[in-house]
Structures are given as structure tokens and as C-alpha cells.
């Protein structure tokens, strides 16, 4: 009847609308109060027709426009009022998230020390670095371009236990193909990895399983080679030279046998053979500063004792190859 039906106080007993509306319909005077609550709160139309300035007519047309109007204005708000929500919304979110990164982040980088021994990142190598973590985390092997920078500017990042996390990806994604395709040199790869991985009894039993269904002179003598180096790191010195002395029968001018020969007859004791051994590799074209490198760390294994014998030993075979003792 006077176009309130939208707003909940006409219909409320009681309420100051309501006492308006009922004076409006016994023709009763507003007071001056009324009169200027209905000026602000915008219902014109009634204020005009309970002082007579408007006839019922005219009323129900101005008041339907009223109408019209509040209920545009409310859309309005509402949807202002949902925009003002999203964007808070949004904004909190996008703070959550930032909030949420920054933690990830902390506890990825926590996550990594305790995995790959990682101690300050240099924040000019801090995205390589992470990258390269999170790969190796996720089971990859390092790529070959990294790897190359690991080993010069990245060095500091090339931690014991990064190296033995590469090795332990690349052991598995080399078991996987051996298991696959059968191929040997996929197993004879995969004990290599697994050795460096500090998994020797792992890639000792590959190699024993690639042995046993393998004819090939070259192809027994480089699983013979690996299984040795396996049993080397076991500290199972006598069943490594056995694999090392029938790898070098089977092919006698391979540097290889040599190489772990010299290397098992140095840690067994037998200083002079394991010199002689490795003389033999270099003959036969093994790389010099590998070997060295591999005579450091036995000496770094050995006791100060063992160190002294075994320094005495190598420069009595040849002083001049080894002055660097």
C-alpha cells in the first residue's frame, strides 16, 4: 500500500516507521521528530502525502519510484559491498600466500640442510642452487652443465652428501634399465653409482647377478671390476683381489684390474705390489691424477702409521712420480 514492503521496519510493531505509518492511516499530524526522520530517511513521498501535499495518486507513483530507487541503491551496495569483500579477500590470500612461501621456503631451505649438508647459499647462486636441490630431491641426477659448475664455482655446494644423493638417483634409474633390458653395462654402471652412493652391498649384488649371465671377456672383466671395488669398499680385501686378478687375466692390457689391484694390495698391506699395480695402470694408460687422487684418500683412511709406511713405499718405487708425497 505505501511501497515499504522492502524495508523491515514498516511491518515491525513498535519501531519508528511503524508508529509513522499508523498516524499516516488515522489522518492523525506527524510531529516535527517524524517529519524529519522520514526527510532522512529518504521516504519524500509519505512525508508529502501525511502533510497533504500530494494526493493518494500521486503518492503511489512518487512512492513506487522511492521503491525503485532504494532497491537499485541496494544492489548497488551489495555489489559494492561483495567487490570490497573479494578484494580483501584476495588481499588477504595473496598475503597468506606470501606468508605461506616465505615458510615453505624456510623449511625447504631446513629441509635441505639436513639432506645435503647445505650451509650458506651465496644469494648471486641461490636459484641454481635450489633448483638443483629440489631435482635431486625429487629423484633426478644432476645435469651435466651443473655438475660441471659443482665442480668449479659451485664447489662450496658440493656436499658428501649431495654426491652421494646424485650417485644414489643415477644407481637407481641404472638398476631400473638393468632390470628392464637386461644389458649388462646397465648393471655394471648401476654398482659403480651405488658404490659412490656408500651402497656397496647394493651394487655387489647387481654385479653378482650381471656375472652370472655373462660370457664376454670385456664385458666379465669390467663386472669382475666393479664387484671388486664393491668388495673394496666391504673391506673384503681376499675376494677382491680374486675378482681383480681374474679380471686382468681376461684382458690383460685393460688399466682398470690394475687400478684396483694396486688399490686392494695397498689396504691389505702389501705396499710394494700395490705400487707395482699401479705402475702397471699408468703403462696401460690409466690417467695419473686419478690415480693420485685415489692414493689420497687411502692415505687419508689410514693410520698415521699406515700413512708414513705407505708414503715410503710409493717414493722408494719411483721418487720422482710420486714427489708430490
Known amino acids: 500500500m505505501y511501497f515499504l514492503d522492502d524495508v523491515p521496519g514498516a511491518a515491525i510493531p513498535g519501531s519508528r516507521l511503524h508508529a509513522v505509518l499508523q498516524r499516516v492511516e488515522a489522518c492523525s499530524p506527524l510531529t516535527v521528530i517524524q517529519q524529519h526522520f522520514l526527510r532522512e530517511r529518504g521516504y519524500e513521498a509519505l512525508l508529502q502525502l501525511a502533510i497533504g501535499k500530494l494526493d493518494r495518486d500521486a503518492f503511489r507513483e512518487n512512492s513506487r519510484m522511492e521503491k525503485e530507487r532504494r532497491l537499485k541503491a541496494k544492489i548497488a551496495a551489495e555489489q559494492k559491498e561483495a567487490a570490497e569483500r573479494r578484494r580483501r579477500d584476495e588481499a588477504t590470500e595473496q598475503t597468506n600466500n606470501v606468508l605461506f612461501a616465505k615458510r615453505e621456503k624456510q623449511l625447504e631451505r631446513r629441509r635441505f640442510l639436513d639432506l645435503f649438508g647445505q650451509g650458506y647459499i651465496d644469494r648471486a647462486h641461490y636459484g641454481r642452487v635450489m633448483r638443483i636441490l629440489r631435482s635431486v630431491a625429487d629423484g633426478n ?115 682398470r684390474p690394475c687400478t684396483l689391484l694396486g688399490a686392494v694390495h695397498m689396504e691389505m698391506g702389501d705396499l710394494m705390489a700395490g705400487t707395482d699395480w699401479y705402475a702397471k695402470a699408468e703403462a696401460l694408460g690409466a690417467d695419473q691424477e686419478t690415480i693420485d687422487r685415489e692414493i689420497r684418500s687411502i692415505l687419508a683412511a689410514a693410520t698415521r702409521g699406515e700413512r708414513k709406511r705407505m708414503k715410503e713405499a710409493l717414493k722408494s718405487r719411483d721418487p720422482h712420480r710420486y714427489s708430490w708425497l
Open 141 to 255: 641426477p644432476i645435469e651435466t652443465d651443473d655438475l660441471l659448475w659443482l665442480g668449479s664455482t659451485g664447489s662450496d655446494y658440493w656436499t658428501e652428501e649431495l654426491r652421494k644423493a646424485h650417485h644414489c638417483n643415477k644407481a637407481e634409474a641404472f638398476t631400473e634399465a638393468w632390470h628392464h633390458t637386461n644389458d649388462v653395462w646397465q648393471a655394471i654402471n648401476a654398482c659403480a653409482h651405488w658404490r659412490k652412493a656408500g651402497c656397496a652391498e647394493t651394487g655387489l649384488a647387481i654385479a653378482g647377478q650381471a656375472l652370472s649371465q655373462v660370457t664376454d671377456k670385456k664385458m666379465r672383466s669390467a663386472a669382475l671390476t666393479t664387484r671388486g671395488g664393491a668388495l673394496r669398499d666391504l673391506h673384503r680385501y681376499d675376494e677382491a683381489k680374486l675378482s681383480g686378478d681374474e679380471a686382468h687375466e681376461l684382458t690383460p692390457t685393460d688399466f
